[in-house]
């Protein structure tokens, strides 16, 4: 019988762009139940400098990396820093992306690669970097952020759709060799949620009234929304479930 289900007490967790949106919000759950936090963000330091006062607020420890995903040694960056600060990490949210919103056709190479670097390839380099250290205390959670998007692409959003697809496939084929050594990995699947990447597009009602017809639920939801499911899929709470994909998303996957 596994008691306090949800401590995080001793666990150390890095959730890259946690600084704002569904990251700061996971970041601020596990805090909630006493990890202490690395945030990793890109380049909105007054933002992520508010998320580790509202962190540390809380009487945990909480330390911040600016760090660029798109870039190709991003992943060993990182890893750098946390052996540096002595931080050795149990729970991995990767979270952050990049979308960029325009017709298939219009495309550049450029934007294809900033979308796939950060999306995929940073998560797939920094699971290496930081699961042997998991493997070794044979207890980890990692949890990806992927989209409604994976199953319902928007037609202008199309590297963006398939990387998060791309990180389900790595979830899947990671899972299962990492159950034996206690580490967990999954993903969830946010639908529309309001947070700074949209908040633009969702202030036009008319845009927002279209966006709302296709959720069964009938709203927008908040990034508070992710939290539960992550705390759960990172704690002991969630040992027993392991390469899933779960959508958070008040139903918009239905496609009704
Ligand atoms: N909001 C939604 O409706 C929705 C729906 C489905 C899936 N999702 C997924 O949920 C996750 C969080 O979305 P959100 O809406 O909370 O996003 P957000 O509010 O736009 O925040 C994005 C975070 O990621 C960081 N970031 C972006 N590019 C980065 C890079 N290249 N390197 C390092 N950090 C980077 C940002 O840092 P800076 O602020 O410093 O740039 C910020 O902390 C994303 O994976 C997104 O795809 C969101």
């Not at 967790?13 to 949106?21: D, E, R, Y």
């Not at 590297?159 to 990180?167: E, F, N, R, T």
Request: overall charge neutral; hydrophobic content about 40%.
């Amino acid at each position: 019988m596994i008691k306090n289900l949800f401590n995080l007490k001793g666990k150390t967790a890095l959730v890259t762009g946690g600084s704002q949106g569904i990251g700061k919000v996971i970041s601020l759950a596990l805090a909630e139940y006493g990890a202490d936090i690395v945030i990793n963000y890109r380049s909105g330091q007054e933002l992520a400098q508010k998320t580790y006062l509202e962190i540390t607020s809380m009487g945990v420890k909480c330390s911040l990396i600016q760090c660029d995903l798109s870039l190709l040694d991003s992943a060993k960056t990182i890893s750098g820093f946390l052996q540096e600060n002595n931080l050795e990490i149990d729970i991995l949210v990767l979270n952050a992306s990049v979308q960029v919103r325009k017709p298939w056709i219009e495309v550049t190479p450029e934007e294809y690669e900033l979308q796939l670097n950060t999306n995929f390839r940073a998560s797939l380099f920094l699971v290496q970097e930081l699961y042997p250290s998991m493997q070794k205390k044979n207890w980890g959670r990692i949890l990806t952020v992927g989209s409604v998007q994976q199953i319902r692409p928007h037609q202008q959003m199309i590297v963006y759709s398939a990387s998060k697809m791309a990180q389900v496939s790595m979830v899947k084929s990671l899972a299962p060799q990492f159950a034996p050594f206690g580490v967990t990995i999954n993903n969830i699947a946010p639908g529309a949620i309001l947070t700074g990447r949209n908040e633009e597009v969702l202030a036009d009602a008319k845009y927002k009234a279209i966006v709302e017809s296709k959720i069964p639920v009938g709203y927008v939801g908040e990034a508070e929304d992710c939290a539960s499911l992550s705390l759960v899929l990172c704690s002991d709470a969630g040992r027993y479930i392991t390469g899933q994909d779960m959508f958070v998303d008040g139903g918009m996957s239905l496609n009704v």
